[in-house]
C-alpha cells in the first residue's frame, strides 16, 4: 500500500480574510469607572445596608465599544427574577434610552461579599445580554471558507429538474465552471460584563459571539479582560450625585424577607 504524502492527508486550510477586530479590553469612560462605585456607595448610604445591585454598561451607536456611562434600570431585589436577567427586562431599559444610546454589557456588585469573581448565575446572565446586545453590536468580521461536500455544478439552462437532486448544493452558473470557492461573512457581536465590589475591586470579561450566515455556524466564547479608563470630558458633578441618590432610593429596593434562593444569589 502506498502512503499519501502528508501533505496530501492534512485537511487543507480554510481561507479567512479579517475584515474587523472585537474589543480585547473594556474601554471605559472614568466617569462611568466612578458612577458605579458611586452607586455602590449610595446604596449603603440610603439603605444602611450592602445590597447587590445591576445595572447596565452604555455607549454610543458611533463609538458603540466605549462605557460612557451607567444605566440603572429598577431592580427587584425581592424577586427570583433578579438572579435570572431577562431580555423582558432588558427591552424594557432600552426602551427608556435615547435613540443613539446602546446598551453595551452590564455591571453588578457583589457588594461586600469577599466573592471576587464571577458566579455561575453571572455566567447565564452573560449569555442573556450578549444575545440580546447581539444584534445592535453585530458586524463583519471576517469572510471565511465554506467547505461544501458535494457541492454540484449545473450551467443555468442546460439542465433538467432531476439534476438538482444530485449533490448537497447546487451551484448554477452561466458558464460551466469545475471549480469553486465560497466564503461566507462571519458576523461578530460582544458584550461587557463587570463585577465591583464594596472594597473597591472590580472584574472584567468580555463575552463574544459569531455566525456564519450560509453555514449556520455559530460560537460563544469569553475572556478575562483589563479595563482602559479614558477621559471622556464628563465628570460626575454634584447634581448627578443627588438624582444618582434619588435614581438609587426609586430603583433599588432592599428586601427584607429575602426567600431562601435570592439569599443564594451572587
Ligand atoms: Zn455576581
Given at each position: 500500500m502506498?502512503?499519501?504524502s502528508?501533505?496530501e492527508l492534512?485537511r487543507?486550510e480554510?481561507?479567512?480574510?479579517?475584515?474587523?477586530?472585537?474589543?480585547?479590553?473594556?474601554?471605559?469612560?472614568?466617569?462611568?469607572?466612578e458612577?458605579?462605585f458611586?452607586?455602590n456607595?449610595l446604596?449603603?448610604?440610603?439603605?444602611?445596608?450592602?445590597?447587590e445591585?445591576?445595572?447596565?454598561?452604555?455607549?454610543?451607536?458611533?463609538?458603540p465599544?466605549?462605557?460612557?456611562?451607567?444605566?440603572?434600570p429598577?431592580?427587584?431585589?425581592?424577586?427570583?427574577?433578579?438572579?435570572t436577567?431577562?431580555?423582558?427586562?432588558?427591552?424594557?431599559?432600552?426602551?427608556s434610552?435615547?435613540?443613539?444610546?446602546?446598551?453595551?454589557?452590564?455591571i453588578?456588585?457583589?457588594g461586600?461579599?469577599?466573592y471576587?469573581?464571577?458566579?455561575?448565575?453571572?455566567e447565564?446572565n452573560?449569555?442573556?445580554?450578549?444575545?440580546f446586545?447581539?444584534?445592535?453590536?453585530?458586524?463583519?468580521?471576517?469572510k471565511?471558507e465554506?467547505v461544501i461536500?458535494?457541492l454540484?455544478?449545473?450551467?443555468?439552462?442546460?439542465?433538467?429538474?432531476?439534476?438538482l437532486?444530485?449533490?448537497?448544493?447546487?451551484l448554477i452558473?452561466d458558464?460551466?465552471?469545475?471549480?469553486?470557492?465560497?466564503?461566507e461573512?462571519?458576523?461578530?457581536?460582544?458584550?461587557?460584563?463587570?463585577?465591583?465590589?464594596?472594597?473597591?475591586w472590580?472584574e472584567?470579561?468580555?463575552?463574544y459571539?459569531?455566525n456564519?450566515?450560509?453555514?449556520?455556524?455559530?460560537?460563544?466564547s469569553?475572556?478575562a479582560?483589563?479595563i482602559?479608563?479614558?477621559?471622556?470630558?464628563r465628570?460626575?458633578?454634584r447634581?448627578?450625585i443627588s438624582?444618582?441618590?434619588d435614581?438609587?432610593?426609586?430603583?433599588i429596593q432592599?428586601?427584607t424577607?429575602?426567600p431562601?434562593?435570592?439569599m443564594?444569589?451572587?
Open positions: 502506498r502512503f499519501k502528508l501533505s492534512k487543507p480554510l481561507r479567512e480574510i479579517s475584515l474587523a477586530s472585537l474589543p480585547q479590553n473594556v474601554t471605559m469612560a472614568r466617569y462611568a469607572r458612577k458605579a458611586k452607586i456607595e446604596v449603603r448610604t440610603v439603605y444602611d445596608d450592602s445590597l445591585w445591576y445595572g447596565f454598561t452604555l455607549g454610543s451607536k458611533g463609538n465599544e466605549l462605557i460612557t456611562d451607567i444605566g440603572l429598577r431592580n427587584d431585589l425581592n424577586l427570583q427574577t433578579y438572579t436577567l431577562s431580555s423582558e427586562k432588558i427591552a424594557e431599559f432600552k426602551e434610552l435615547p435613540d443613539d444610546v446602546i446598551i453595551n454589557g452590564w453588578h456588585s457583589h461586600a461579599l469577599m471576587k469573581q464571577f458566579s455561575h448565575t453571572d447565564k452573560h449569555l442573556v445580554v450578549l444575545d446586545v447581539a444584534a445592535s453590536l453585530r458586524r463583519p468580521v471576517a471565511r465554506v461536500k458535494d454540484i455544478f449545473l450551467v443555468k439552462d442546460q439542465f433538467v429538474e432531476e439534476d437532486t444530485a449533490g448537497s448544493v447546487c452558473t458558464a460551466p465552471v469545475t471549480v469553486a470557492t465560497i466564503m461573512t462571519i458576523y461578530g457581536s460582544f458584550c461587557y460584563a463587570i463585577v465591583i465590589g464594596d472594597e473597591g472590580h472584567q470579561q468580555i463575552h459571539k459569531e456564519g450566515v450560509l453555514s449556520g455556524h455559530t460560537a460563544v469569553a475572556k479582560a483589563d482602559l479608563l479614558v477621559d471622556s470630558g465628570v460626575l458633578t447634581l448627578d438624582e444618582l441618590r435614581e438609587v432610593e426609586g430603583k432592599p428586601n424577607n429575602p431562601v434562593e435570592t443564594e444569589r451572587m
